[in-house]
Nanobody
Framework: QVQLVESGGGLVQAGGSLRLSCAAS????????MGWFRQAPGKEREFVAAVSLGRTYYADSVKGRFTISRDHTKNTVYLQLNSLKPEDTAVYYCAARVGAWVHGVLPSSYNYWGLGTQVTVSS
């Protein structure tokens, strides 16, 4: 089992930055694909970014503004959010999955989830 705990969310003005962290416990996530998703009120959960062993993936809406990274020594994944917009407001979730990248943008393909951290961007 893998337990995931997100942190780093908060309230920020448009144009600002935040750094989200996802700390994993239970086992090493070095061989897992790690993803970030977000869900705004009344909307479905959507893919934001993911990192596999050698590649990163981004939704078009965040490409160039968000950066995903991982620290194997800390068993932690990060999401750097820059140039934030009000439409980025959502609960951000960390997720982990095994296997290849097939369907990696689908929430249903992930095995483990954190409880989320709220990001609110004011205009």
């Amino acid at each position: 089992q893998v337990q995931l705990v997100e942190s780093g969310g908060g309230l920020v003005q448009a144009g600002g930055s935040l750094r989200l962290s996802c700390a994993a416990s239970g086992r090493s996530i070095s061989n897992y694909i790690m993803g970030w998703f977000r869900q705004a009120p009344g909307k479905e959960r959507e893919f934001v970014a993911a990192v596999s062993l050698g590649r990163t993936y981004y939704a078009d809406s965040v490409k160039g503004r968000f950066t995903i990274s991982r620290d194997h020594t800390k068993n932690t994944v990060y999401l750097q959010l820059n140039s934030l917009k009000p439409e980025d407001t959502a609960v951000y979730y960390c997720a982990a999955r095994v296997g290849a990248w097939v369907h990696g943008v689908l929430p249903s393909s992930y095995n483990y989830w954190g409880l989320g951290t709220q990001v609110t961007v004011s205009s």
